[in-house]
């Protein structure tokens, strides 16, 4: 399967009351149908390069953009963690009602703690990777630039996110740019980019911190790959090899030795045969 059998389209979808972006790579003949959920902010075009590449591995892409990011409608920023998850399964719908093939979810970053979650409420998922992954509950301190300061004033937060959930902060709040991109230049782009999403209401910061999977990550029945970077200041390894323990094989952990957070912007060859072996491996028909 080469790469010119690979065509870009692009459709849209209902979830709830918003209407939901996709980029999709498609293949002719039967193939692994993989889904992506961009990271904070982001949207699936922001990665093209990485998913492009991937889909001249033998997948058909399908790339969301959830509500409120990228070219999906929506309130910009203002979602819960559950809603996304809606915006997943809507996604998964798709995929089942006008594709052929097996269904993995792949996401990256905020991405990976959503497909880490679909995982553990979709049974129509066959496979999962995750760049970065976290029990949200228990590692949502540990996902910030000042863990013990978050620890003591969360339950404020949350309140205040009650109060006035509408209320939009930059997501630089919680996340350290520079130690988001190794490249100052890769970091010029995304904030630059019209489509990028730079603040998060209350309601949704709060969710992040305290959202909880469907059912323990212990009952997830499809393989499952955390993919993490051993320099990542943003979900430590740390955080990783806790879910990963939590987890019931098969399984894996994958580490890229040097890397910060951005593996699918500024080591995709590092990471490209990583993400395309488990899917060949994991989702032979």
């Known amino acids: 399967m080469d790469a010119k059998s690979a065509r870009y389209i692009s459709d849209s979808i209902l979830s709830g009351t918003n209407r939901l972006h996709l980029d999709i790579w498609q293949h002719e003949e039967v193939c692994p149908v993989l889904l992506f959920i961009p990271g904070t902010g982001a949207y699936a075009a922001y990665y093209t390069e990485f998913l492009e590449r991937l889909a001249q591995q033998g997948f058909t892409i399908v790339g969301l953009n959830l509500r409120g990011h ?16 809606d915006d997943v399964d809507a996604a998964v719908s798709y995929i089942t009602d006008n594709l052929t093939g097996n269904i993995g979810v792949f996401g990256s970053s905020q991405g990976g703690l959503l497909t880490l979650y679909a995982a553990a409420r979709n049974d129509a998922v066959r496979s999962a990777l995750c760049h970065n992954a976290a029990y949200l509950p228990r590692d949502a301190a540990d996902c910030t630039r000042a863990p013990r300061l978050y620890s003591k004033t969360m339950p404020l937060f949350v309140a205040f996110s009650r109060m006035l959930p509408s209320l939009r902060l930059p997501t630089t709040i919680y996340l350290d ?6 490249d100052d230049a890769n970091l010029k782009i995304y904030l630059d980019d019209p489509l990028t999403v730079k603040k998060y209401s209350l309601r949704s910061i709060a969710s992040l911190a305290t959202a909880k999977p ?26 990783a090899r806790r879910v990963f323990d939590d987890l019931t094989p098969p399984k894996s952990l994958e580490v890229v030795e040097g890397a910060l957070h951005m593996l699918f912007i500024e080591y995709i060859d590092e990471t490209l045969p990583i993400v395309s072996d488990w899917f060949h491996k994991t989702m032979r028909t």
């Open 177 to 182: 740019m520079h130690d988001v991109f190794r």
């Open 70 to 85: 990228g070219k999906s409608s929506g309130v910009r920023g203002d979602f819960s963690f559950d809603e996304l998850l």
């Open 214 to 239: 469907a059912r323990p990550l212990s009952d997830i029945s499809c393989p499952v790959m955390i993919l993490t970077g051993s320099e990542d200041a943003i979900i430590p390894l740390a955080v």
